[in-house]
């Protein structure tokens, strides 16, 4: 009988085991790791295998515990393919907390899809997806991929630590380069983290272990200028069967022009008679460009088209001439194609759009998301961004502004920065002339002019129709105002000066604080800033202002019959190394006052002890933000 119980509890024992795997236990993940953390990379192992020029292998192999509902981001299941590309293992095991398999799912369960969005005219770019909807927390995910591709344009580096609240018990990253073609690499924040490298002449491994989470903090650096990377380029290297040459942006610009450019610009000679006879008179080359800016804005729309060498070349400018629209890489060619034929010289600039990323300037290689147009200006570059209709002559906004890029030259590649909008050429300029009434409600007349990347911020308004318009105001711009009515709204954009005006005529009922003998209301009345930044007992990270800007707001306010101004407040002025803010208070007579506030904040970047002073900077404007007054009852 003893015999027989041992043998049942050798097979019982043998089901559980091959049921579940004891090391994917969430409980057995250290505690320091799950402090802060929505998930935890259990293990990676990432290998890049270059076999030749125009050969490389990627695989990865990551095991994630997912602790609740906000670490699903990280729980990415997907691989990106193209024609160049081919899958060749893909799979992913779910497991729940104790390690025990809940779900297995081959390469035939996942979705296949286009990689792009809707608004892309043709792409070979498609991706194989799972979406697993988890019933209980924590789960754990095994993820497995590899790849085959022709292109080593672009080698995927490491980046152990992608996002905040995501903590790394183990990440490993192999390269190897068994054809020995000359490399570069570029290891990135470093300095804080406990990063083994092991280097021998034809390959390289990463490892990082132990890594606890990261917490965002308020107006702080961005997570990519914390967190390790490591970053390859070949000097040599295929896309989609071109091969490059990349020893330095120089080389690089120049095989970008080359072979990606060069022979793309040709325009039909109608087109070129068109122009030529729209540049009729006009010597200065500045002035004929904005007419050849203003022509293709008529002419063309945006639309992506993804095809071309790796989605790099542009479309060809005749193309994009006889259909009217284009991608970026295509409107920008053919926006520059069209200054040729106008005796004005221009580049095709590669940028990073959108997040404020620089092309780095240190390290050549495949990079950047978006393309403009650089025309030198005797050392006052003029940029263009070709796929916006609207967009004024020059001006870029906050899409691409004060970043560094590569402009491509016949010569070769050059790194510029272009241009920045700073502190104050940020402005909002308000005037308003505002009418109280004795039953506590008022009616305004506004005026506001934005400029810089306040511009940028205001100008979309003019594409709503005038219900969504007002909409916007009640519920975004003044959403603290209750009551709030919008009687009358235009605008206009002056694109020659870059400058957006917005003329309102508004009124809100109960407003003020009415009693027997005094009249209560806020003088901010359409421009209440009242930010104040979280508070940390312990500030990790240093202090940065991403942007600066200046509001300056003018209002005059008439008081009710039957009233009178005692007293208003006295001046005040907080200078401080972050900015400043005054308030100013002025009688007209007996029946109006004046009141003046200006809020400038500056760019930049501090040290984190800093961040309390700072802090105490912002809590003392949201407090005179909220200042209120009374006039008194006669």
Not at 147 to 176: C, D, H, M, Q
Not at 342 to 367: C, G
Not at 521 to 544: H, I
Request: hydrophobic share 35%; net charge negative.
């Amino acid at each position: 009988m003893k015999k027989l119980s041992l043998l049942f509890y050798f097979a019982f024992f043998s089901i559980v085991c091959n049921a579940q795997d004891i090391s994917l236990s969430a409980l057995l993940i250290p505690k320091e790791l799950k402090e802060n953390a929505n998930a935890v990379i259990r293990n990676e192992q990432i290998v890049i295998n270059i076999l030749a020029v125009d050969e490389m292998v990627v695989s990865e192999k990551r095991t994630i515990t997912i602790l609740n509902k906000l670490g699903n981001s990280s729980a990415a299941m997907y691989q990106h393919y193209d024609n160049d590309t081919k899958i060749t293992k893909l799979s992913a095991i779910i497991y729940d907390a104790f390690g025990k398999e809940i779900q297995k799912y081959p390469k035939g369960k996942f979705s296949d899809a286009s990689a792009v969005d809707g608004g892309t005219l043709y792409s070979d770019s498609r991706v194989k997806y799972l979406e697993y909807t988890p019933t209980t927390y924590p789960y754990t995910l095994v993820f497995e991929s590899e790849y085959k591709t022709s292109s080593t344009g672009f080698i995927p580096g490491w980046v152990p630590i992608n996002r905040y609240f995501v903590a790394v018990e183990n990440s490993e990253y192999k390269i190897l380069n068994t054809p020995k073609i000359p490399w570069r690499k570029k290891n990135i924040n470093f300095s804080n983290f406990n990063i083994k490298i092991e280097e021998l002449e034809n390959n390289i491994t990463y490892s990082i272990k132990n890594q606890p989470a990261f917490e965002p903090e308020n107006v702080s650096i961005n997570f990519r200028d914390i967190a390790p990377k490591t970053i390859f380029a070949l000097e040599s290297f295929s896309l989609k069967g071109t091969l490059g040459n990349n020893p330095n942006w120089k080389d690089f610009g120049l095989w970008m022009h080359e072979k990606l450019l060069k022979g793309r610009d040709v325009l039909s000679p109608e087109t070129i008679a068109i122009v030529k006879n729209m540049i009729d008179g006009v010597t200065d080359p500045i002035e004929r460009a904005k007419l050849v800016y203003q022509y293709m804005q008529q002419k063309t729309r945006y639309i992506s088209v993804q095809v071309g060498i790796g989605g790099w070349e542009p479309i060809a400018a005749n193309l994009v001439d006889d259909v009217g629209y284009g991608d970026c890489k295509g409107l920008t060619n053919y926006t520059k194609a069209l200054l040729d034929a106008a005796d004005v010289t221009s580049y095709y600039t590669v940028v990073y759009a959108d997040d404020k990323i620089n092309i780095d300037k240190d390290f050549s290689s495949l990079q950047g998301n978006h393309v403009i147009l650089n025309i030198p200006n005797n050392g006052n570059d003029i940029w263009l961004e070709c796929t916006s209709q609207t967009m004024p002559f020059g001006f870029l906004g906050d899409f691409t502004d004060d970043r560094d890029v590569l402009v491509v030259t016949p010569e070769g590649g050059i790194i510029k920065h272009t241009a920045s909008y700073k502190n104050e050429q940020n402005l909002q300029a308000s005037k308003a002339t505002i009418q109280l009434s004795e039953n506590g409600s008022l009616t305004a007349t506004i005026q506001k002019v934005s400029t810089g990347i306040q511009y940028d911020s205001s100008v979309g308004l003019e594409r709503y129709s005038q219900e969504e318009l007002i909409k916007s105001y009640k519920t975004d711009v003044w959403d603290y105002i209750n009551n709030l009515e919008i009687n009358k709204a235009g605008l206009e954009n002056n694109k020659k000066t870059v400058q957006f005006t917005e003329n309102l005529e508004v009124s809100v009922e109960n407003f003020a604080t009415v009693n027997e003998t005094e009249f209560l209301f806020r003088v901010n009345v359409f421009n209440r800033n009242s930010f104040v930044p979280n508070k940390y007992k312990d500030r990790k990270l240093p202090l940065k202002i991403e942007r600066g800007y200046k509001d300056t707001d003018d209002y005059i306010f008439k008081i009710p019959e039957n009233y009178k101004i005692e007293s208003l407040p006295a001046e005040t002025a907080l200078v401080t190394k972050f900015g400043e803010y005054k308030l100013k208070f002025n009688k007209i007579d007996e029946t109006s006052f004046s009141y003046s506030r200006e809020l400038f904040i500056k760019e930049g970047l501090y040290p984190k002890e800093d961040y309390e002073e700072y802090r105490n900077f912002r809590r003392t404007i949201a407090k005179l933000e909220n200042l209120r007054i009374a006039i008194i009852k006669q």
